[in-house]
């Protein structure tokens, strides 16, 4: 970071040892063999470290090798059916019994007649007085014209006597009225009868009835089976090769000290480091962590010493200090 110690000592801040360029020729941006820069009072300076390069290439690995393949194309059989008759048609009749209707009817079973009631007749209770006995005339014996006295010549004297009748009252019935007839009139007798009448009779129908067939499955080879010879060609795959160019260095750079970082350099930093493709984040002019791995980012990608915001990184993004 920028705040690293302000000023280190002379020894400790001219240690350069990888000052070089490696067996590649890579040799880090802003530095010589040659510079020995000189340490002044109010300075910062940061002890660093230069990545190797990291470079990503692709080749492309043979997974499996091409080789010949024999495939052989099966017989093309069509399925089929042939019918055969198992049994011939004919023809016969049915016979559809009749159809019936269901009638209801009302059926006189006596009809209307006038029959004849009597009627008694009446009789009234009298009462009325019967001669039981009639009255008569008894001669009854007694002495009369001389007789008493000719009792040796064998007369009798009889002297006749009325006897009255007697009578009896018997209840007898007087007819006050005779029997007569009278006449009562009887409705007809009426009752429902259910019966089925004939609506269809039965008749013969005729039937024609069809052979019968049954399908039997047979097999018809229409392409017979055949071989083919196909090259099958080899299979690769695409890999991501990553390599470093160059070797890890140990260096000392002029930082920006913190007193001297203010909102407008570190807006123009974001907004560098964002146009070369490198996202810091929203350009807040703030140093942040973003900011700071953006700008590590760019340090390695460029060979420079990273994780400070040096001299020589402003000077590489072309923004003046």
């Known amino acids: 970071m920028a705040g690293s110690p302000a000023a280190r000592p002379a020894a400790q801040a001219s240690i350069r040892p990888a000052a070089q360029a490696d067996a590649s020729g890579f040799q880090p941006a802003g530095s010589s063999s040659s510079d020995n820069p000189e340490i002044r009072a109010g300075q910062c300076w940061v002890y660093s470290q230069i990545r190797p390069r990291k470079i990503e290439t692709t080749t492309e690995i043979t997974l499996k090798d091409s080789s010949a393949r024999i495939s052989v194309t099966p017989a093309e059989i069509r399925q089929g059916y042939q019918q055969v008759v198992t049994r011939e048609g004919t023809r016969t009749y049915r016979i559809e019994p009749p159809v019936y209707r269901k009638v209801t009817e009302r059926v006189m079973v006596r009809p209307e007649m006038t029959r004849f009631v009597v009627v008694p007749a009446v009789y009234e209770t009298r009462p009325k007085p019967v001669v039981v006995e009639a009255p008569k005339t008894v001669l009854e014996p007694c002495q009369t014209a001389g007789t008493r006295y000719a009792k040796d010549s064998g007369a009798r004297g009889f002297c006749a006597r009325e006897t009255p009748g007697r009578e009896e009252t018997v209840n007898v019935q007087v007819l006050v009225q005779p029997e007569t007839t009278r006449a009562e009139f009887e409705p ?44 099958e060609p080899p299979v690769t795959r695409e890999m991501s090769i990553t390599r470093f160019e160059g070797t890890a260095q140990m260096v000392s750079r002029q930082a920006v000290c913190n007193s001297d970082i203010t909102p407008q350099l570190i807006h123009q930093l974001q907004v560098r480091l964002a146009g070369l493709g490198f996202n810091p984040g929203r350009p807040d002019g703030l140093l942040g962590e973003r900011t700071i791995a953006a700008l590590t980012d760019y340090q390695t990608e460029n060979g420079l010493a990273i994780g400070a915001l040096t001299f020589e990184t402003l000077d590489n993004l072309g923004i003046s200090h």
């Open 188 to 231: 007809a007798v009426y009752e429902e009868v259910t019966r089925w009448v004939v609506e269809r009779p039965a008749q013969a129908v005729e039937i024609t009835t069809d052979p019968s067939v049954t399908s039997i499955p047979v097999q018809e080879v229409v392409r017979p089976e055949q071989t083919r010879q196909t090259i």
